[in-house]
């Protein structure tokens, strides 16, 4: 059998149900995030029955694939010059940070009859995307070319943080954007109704009633699926963790030493250095999965007391010595995927089949 990724409906629908609430009590909107599962129609479905008001993913593909979903959807990734058209076509926001794009946006807009909605991005000090936001200058020349632009509205502003520089969401970091919309509105008279933050690392703020008033909506993906937050790595109360699972068929179950024997090279096959530990003879399972199906990193067996000791590009290694269970030949074993990475690199990865099911809680 191929391994399988296994998207647990019933866990990412309490989760965003928990998250919905939370904010909601708090009067922001919370935009669901389908990238990590690569735009999968079920669990967009699921995300809209727990009540988010918003779908949005970096790619537009993947927006195209979830379009006959009743809520407005966004494209979080810059649209590339090359796709303003499509963008136009099946999202109803984009998130800008260039004054090019938007313009061929309000181009694409009008030959299309429709008035696309932007919102400008801020860097408030992670280094991805936005204008920086100590210039002060440029954003106002920036916003001024936009509200002279016919087929775009000016929706809100909006900042990202830890996806590069790992700097975390404070109420001072967040509060530079909620003062600077307060601004804008007053200098330009405009209403400019969206103030966005986040990503999965602005739950502690969330949870700490610590969002800065007029920081109105959230954009959260992979705590959904990890049941964790982005900032310090905990466990959120009364959420699920694990949403994902992964299941690969065992192809040789052996007894071997844990050493291996003969003269060892520098680095294995992946360029890490080799540093095995005498633990006598083990019981090693070989799954058919590897590298080049799925980032391992996260790979954590439900069974805690099976091991992962490595993998190349084919061949996963775990050690089921001091399992309780008579594994053979032909069997498969689960595995929880505790990263990101993990989970990414599965959902897109060919080798893969993706489902979903739903357990009951
Ligand atoms: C991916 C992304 C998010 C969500 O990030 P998570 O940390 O995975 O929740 C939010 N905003 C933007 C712009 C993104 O690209």
């Known amino acids: 059998m191929k391994p399988t990724l296994q998207m647990d409906l019933n866990k990412i629908r309490n989760n965003t149900r928990e998250l919905v609430r939370k904010a909601k009590e708090q009067n922001i909107t919370v935009t669901g995030i389908t990238k990590g599962v690569c735009g999968n129609m079920d669990v967009a479905q699921t995300l809209i029955e727990a009540g988010v008001d918003y779908l949005a993913d970096s790619r537009i593909e993947n927006l195209i694939n979830i379009h006959s979903l009743p809520v407005e959807k966004m494209l979080l990734r810059s649209p590339k010059l090359s796709e303003v058209q499509e963008v136009v076509q099946y999202a109803d926001y984009s998130l800008n940070s260039e004054i090019t794009v938007i313009k061929a946006l309000s181009a694409a807009a009008i030959s299309q009859g429709k008035t696309h909605k932007v919102i400008l991005m801020m860097d408030v000090g992670d280094l991805r995307e936005g204008l920086w936001f100590e210039e002060t200058e440029k954003i106002y020349a920036v916003v001024k070319q936009i509200l002279q632009l ?91 963790a694990h949403a994902i699972r992964l299941q690969a068929e065992i192809i040789e179950l052996q007894e071997k030493p844990s050493l291996p024997q003969g003269e060892i090279a520098y680095m294995n096959a992946f360029g890490k250095p080799i540093s095995p530990i005498d633990k006598g003879i083990r019981k090693r399972a070989i799954l058919a999965i590897g590298r080049q199906d799925i980032d391992i990193s996260g790979l954590v067996a439900i069974d805690k007391t099976i091991t992962v000791e490595g993998a190349s590009s084919d061949h996963l290694i775990v050690d089921v010595t001091d399992s309780g269970e008579h594994f053979a030949v032909g069997d498969m074993i689960t595995f929880h995927l505790n990263t990101y990475a993990s989970v990414l690199s599965g959902m897109a990865s060919n080798y893969i089949d993706q489902v979903v099911f739903h357990e009951v809680l």
């Not at 996806?163 to 003062?179: D, H, L, S, W």
């Not at 007053?186 to 690392?201: C, R, W």
């Not at 705590?223 to 466990?235: C, N, P, V, W």
């Open 150 to 240: 016919n087929g775009v509205y000016l929706a809100g502003i909006g900042t990202n943080l830890t996806c590069f520089g790992g700097v975390i969401p404070t109420e001072e970091n967040y509060g530079i954007i909620t003062k600077m919309a307060e601004k804008l509105r007053t200098d330009f008279s405009i209403e400019l109704p969206i103030v966005s933050g986040g990503n999965s690392s602005c739950l502690h703020l969330l949870y700490e009633r610590a969002i800065p008033r007029g920081l109105n909506n959230v954009r959260i993906n992979q705590a959904i699926f990890l049941g964790t937050e982005l900032a310090y790595g905990k466990r959120i109360d009364g959420w699920e």
